[in-house]
């Protein structure tokens, strides 16, 4: 893809909230919304019907939902385990491998990370492990798919403020302590804003980064380097 078709894309986008979703595709214009859980291959099947009935395949495939909670090892329950991998690992994998029939030729798929496959944070283990798994993806699929002219790889971003950071937190209050908290260990004194990983999906979507494959881009303002 050359970047001038990138940039003004039409955009497909999941989620399960319709509100959000109807409020995304506002704000991107170009946009089409499917209503959907990843963990569901059966959402994902009508998620990427709608794309295939647009008839133009799929140039970037961005897998980026995710969920997180913290429970210390003592306290993980089959549930905390069963939704962060279901959605996490299991409905990333199906989220890229019922794309594949749609995937342009020299397509790029990029998968989110998280600094915390390198940390042992504590009570985040399952969710460490289920980026994990994603930072391994990337590079067995990558492998896989080079043939294609396809290029697989994870973005990795530090702390960023999103709903999702602050949901982590019991309260509002707790939230605005655990986001201090955490802008105090990044190296650059703050949060991520949501864009500077979006520019960084941008990057290695584009002809930009046409030598990058089964790579992990760390936007982390330093905290895992120095
Ligand atoms: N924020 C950080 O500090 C940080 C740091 C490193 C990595 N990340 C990664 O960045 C990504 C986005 O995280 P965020 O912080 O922006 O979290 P967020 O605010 O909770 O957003 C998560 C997004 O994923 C969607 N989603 C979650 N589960 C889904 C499912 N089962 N099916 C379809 N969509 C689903 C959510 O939509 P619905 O709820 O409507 O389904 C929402 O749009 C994740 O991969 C996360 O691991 C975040």
Do not use: C
């Amino acid at each position: 893809m050359i970047d001038a078709e990138l940039e003004g894309a039409h955009v497909f986008i999941t989620g399960r909230r319709k509100t959000e979703l109807d409020a995304a595709v506002e704000t991107i214009g170009s946009a089409t919304a499917v209503i959907g859980d990843i963990a569901d291959l059966a959402d994902l099947d009508r998620l990427y019907e709608a794309v295939r009935d647009r008839g133009q395949g799929l140039d970037v495939l961005f897998a980026n939902a995710s969920v997180a909670a913290f429970f210390p090892l003592e306290q993980i329950t089959e549930e905390h385990f069963d939704t962060l991998f279901g959605i996490n690992v299991r409905g990333t994998l199906f989220t890229v491998q019922k794309a594949l029939p749609l995937l342009n030729d020299g397509a790029s798929v990029i998968l989110n990370g998280s600094t915390n496959v390198d940390v042992g944070a504590e009570a985040f283990g399952v969710y460490a492990a289920s980026k994990a798994a994603t930072r391994s993806f990337a590079r067995t699929w990558a492998n896989e798919l080079k043939g294609r002219g396809i290029r697989v790889n994870a973005v990795t971003p530090g702390p960023t403020d999103t709903p999702g950071l602050s949901g982590l937190a019991p309260d509002p209050e707790q939230a605005v302590g655990l986001r201090q908290h955490l802008a105090a260990q990044v190296p650059l004194g703050r949060l991520a804003h949501p864009e500077e990983i979006a520019a960084a999906v941008a990057f290695l979507a584009s002809g930009q980064s046409s030598f990058i494959t089964g790579s992990s881009l760390y936007v982390d303002g330093g905290m895992n380097h120095i």
